[in-house]
């Protein structure tokens, strides 16, 4: 048997949802704050399996989702630029920013490759000499180290032509800004992997500064039943403690290497959040040292709008998606079946905004597995 | 994008120490194989270990005593459920 076939046998996940169905006795409200979580709560049918008085509601945890319109635009400025070759995660290519998408922009010419790793960009820039490749950043503490690591390489290589224009968020300082400003929380479900990089003790203010129970749970589905029972056992104790459910990958001070690399390359900056606007420190930049590695140095990023030649001045007004909830969805303050477009205008197949865009996204995974559990 | 899932390494290449040649190991899941970066590996793992993987890097090496206490705990709770039925 390999490990994780014991994480998936239905079985053991049957027995913990009986244990977590035997220890919720009152109404508790749990949240995600982690996309992978989102949708394996649907995948692996847990949600059909939750005790009906017990909500979980996803927070800001997507990183597509969370990424604010303004900085989609930033993209398209980039990408408009014909010497650049703008290097992406596949969900960032449909996620529309005031004046359309990167996929519209390719449409029109522009040079815009999805990569499936911060090292592929690398690789594109050794490959493609003549051109600048951008890449976009975007992640929590698990990926802002990936990309750490490709802009340590472009440096040892003394690669000019590769960039990186960064979104890289931090998972602490939005945790404070969602508890900071009056929740109705019992207990977060802490990211498994984003604990992985920054270990158990970046979660701990959860117990010592908000008084509230949080388990980190990892991805299989008795990893995410186990992490449930334990959370709605400390909820029901009112115990304010935050566990490691997910000990065979998490270590208390995570991963001290990669914490490292994030912090010799990247320092942190305000960054705007879709939902949140901007939170201070909760971004991360290069440092002065890594300046030609940062697209924002090295490229003008006005905003500009697509017009029938190409990309044009324009106003930096920037507008989200007319209608569009995702703010309030990644924020907890409403269920993607709220929001008046959902399954109507808004679809898997012609998504109105990022939560429905990005496989991670709320509104994407209750669509495609429907309303199981509620 | 955050789908992080373990794999078994096969192999380790590229411990010369040369950017051009970094740190990488061959490993499989499900059948698939790639090859992943060890740059920010907090564990050098060894053929036959698991690291969860994310857009092409290892992440960590999972530790073996401490997935003898992961499921440890997850067959306490399992347990637990048994009696409510
Ligand atoms: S359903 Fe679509 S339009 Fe509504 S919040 Fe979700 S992504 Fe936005």
């Known amino acids: ?374 | 994008m955050c789908l992080a899932i373990p794999m078994r390494v096969i192999e380790i290449s590229g411990t010369s120490g040369d950017a051009f040649d970094p740190p990488a190991a061959a490993v499989e899941a499900d059948g698939i194989r790639q090859n992943v970066r060890l740059d920010i590996v907090d564990r050098m793992p060894a053929p036959g270990n698991y690291v969860i993987v994310h857009a092409g890097f290892a992440l960590t090496t999972l530790d073996e005593e401490q997935a003898r206490a992961n499921l440890a705990l997850l067959e306490e709770l399992a347990a637990g459920g048994d009696e409510t039925r």
């Open chain 1, 1 to 374: 048997m390999k490990p994780a076939d014991v994480y998936r046998d239905p079985e053991r996940v049957r027995r913990l949802a009986a244990r977590l169905a035997a220890t919720v006795h009152r109404p508790l409200r749990f949240m995600e704050v982690c996309g992978t979580h989102t949708v394996n709560l649907f995948r692996f049918g847990l949600r059909a399996m939750l005790p009906p008085e017990l909500e979980v509601v996803s927070g800001p945890g997507c990183p597509v989702c969370v990424t604010a319109a303004v900085d989609i635009d930033t993209c398209l400025a980039a990408a408009a630029h014909p010497e650049v070759e703008f290097a992406t995660f596949g969900d960032l290519v449909r996620v529309p920013g005031s004046c359309g998408t990167l996929a519209d922009l390719r449409a029109r010419g522009a040079r815009v490759t999805v990569v499936h790793s911060p090292a592929a960009a690398v690789a594109l820039a050794r490959a493609e000499p003549g051109r600048l490749v951008v890449f976009a950043g975007i992640g929590f503490e698990t990926t802002a180290p990936l990309t750490a690591a490709a802009i340590v390489q472009a440096a040892a290589l003394a690669l000019d032509n590769f960039c990186v224009l960064s979104f890289h968020k931090r998972m602490p300082p939005i945790i404070d800004r969602v508890l900071g400003a009056g929740h109705r929380l019992d207990g977060l479900l802490c990211p498994g992997h984003v604990a992985a990089i920054a270990g158990r003790r970046a979660f701990a203010p959860l117990a010592e500064v908000y008084g509230l129970p949080g388990v980190i749970g990892g991805f299989e589905p008795a990893d995410i039943m186990l992490a449930l029972v334990r959370l709605a056992e400390l909820a029901g104790r009112g115990a304010a403690a935050v566990e490691n459910g997910y000990p065979r990958a998490v270590a208390e001070n995570g991963n001290p290497a990669a914490q490292a690399l994030t912090d010799r390359v990247f320092i942190p900056a305000d960054a705007p959040w879709r939902g949140f606007g901007t939170v201070p420190g909760s971004g991360l930049v290069p440092r002065e040292e890594f300046a030609r590695f940062d697209a924002r140095r090295r490229l003008d990023l006005t905003p500009r709008k697509m017009g029938s030649t190409g990309m044009e001045p324009a106003a930096a007004a920037v507008s989200e998606p007319a209608g569009c909830r995702c703010g309030d969805v990644v924020a907890g303050r409403c269920r993607p079946p709220d929001c008046g477009h959902f399954g109507r205008r808004c679809t898997s197949t012609a998504p109105v905004g990022p939560c429905m865009v990005s496989a991670e996204g709320s509104c994407a995974a209750w669509f495609r597995y429907g309303n199981d559990g509620e």
